[in-house]
T-cell receptor, first 113, second 116 residues
Framework: LAKTTQPISMDSYEGQEVNITCSHNNIATNDYITWYQQFPSQGPRFIIQGYKTKVTNEVASLFIPADRKSSTLSLPRVSLSDTAVYYC??????????????FGTGTRLLVSP | AAGVIQSPRHLIKEKRETATLKCYPIPRHDTVYWYQQGPGQDPQFLISFYEKMQSDKGSIPDRFSAQQFSDYHSELNMSSLELGDSALYFCASSLAWDRGHPGELFFGEGSRLTVL
């Protein structure tokens, strides 16, 4: 399984764009990259998933370079409610399901007024 | 829309007692995961099931066991409880493969276990 490395914490201000980068040097050919957001005492919540290049949805963008050894989650114009822990996960389903999805040390994002 | 249901939401036990947590996945989801999250820690993968068969194990203590039943609900059984077992236990479900890519995990609200 690809191990992921993220910054421990980041600080930002309301209205700014936040980019969180995750390193996954040992990513396998079939692995997808998925980001989750977690608020205190709540279960993680899916943000975005990608395999290569760029993926965008209504809340975030995910940039994946050609070598796929890293990925960057981009949150446009953050608000106070975006203060949370963000996790990058790497894995694939294989033949028997999405196995052993391991959460690494997430990035604690603090958004200030 | 139906979400992952976990019960009980809160549980208080004494040391050396036994506890059982239940998880009801989203209908038609074929995969269930259990995670343990201690205070200030990241979620730790315990075990997963795909189509009612154990698919992988993580850092699950031997005192813990889990199974998935014919109706797809899952139970996490914890025996000889220790103080260090106090944590939030999350269950998540997913479709292993959803429209050409791995399915997203949907997490329940968690069961908070306190061991005294």
């Amino acid at each position: 399984l690809a191990k992921t490395t993220q910054p421990i914490s980041m600080d930002s201000y309301e209205g700014q764009e936040v980019n969180i980068t995750c390193s996954h040097n040992n990513i396998a050919t079939n692995d997808y990259i998925t980001w989750y957001q977690q608020f205190p005492s709540q279960g993680p919540r899916f943000i975005i998933q990608g395999y290569k290049t760029k993926v965008t949805n209504e809340v975030a963008s995910l940039f994946i370079p050609a070598d796929r050894k890293s990925s960057t989650l981009s949150l446009p114009r953050v608000s106070l409610s975006d203060t949370a822990v963000y996790y990058c996960l790497v894995g694939d389903s294989g033949a028997t399901g999405f196995q052993k999805l391991v959460f690494g040390t997430g990035t604690r994002l603090l958004v200030s007024p | 829309a139906a979400g992952v249901i976990q019960s009980p939401r809160h549980l208080i036990k004494e040391k050396r007692e036994t506890a059982t947590l239940k998880c009801y996945p989203i209908p038609r989801h074929d995969t269930v995961y259990w995670y343990q999250q201690g205070p200030g820690q990241d979620p730790q993968f315990l075990i997963s099931f795909y189509e009612k068969m154990q698919s992988d194990k993580g850092s699950i203590p031997d005192r813990f066991s889990a199974q998935q039943f014919s109706d797809y609900h899952s139970e996490l059984n914890m025996s000889s409880l220790e103080l260090g077992d106090s944590a939030l236990y999350f269950c998540a479900s997913s479709l292993a493969w959803d429209r050409g890519h791995p399915g997203e995990l949907f997490f329940g609200e968690g069961s908070r276990l306190t061991v005294l």
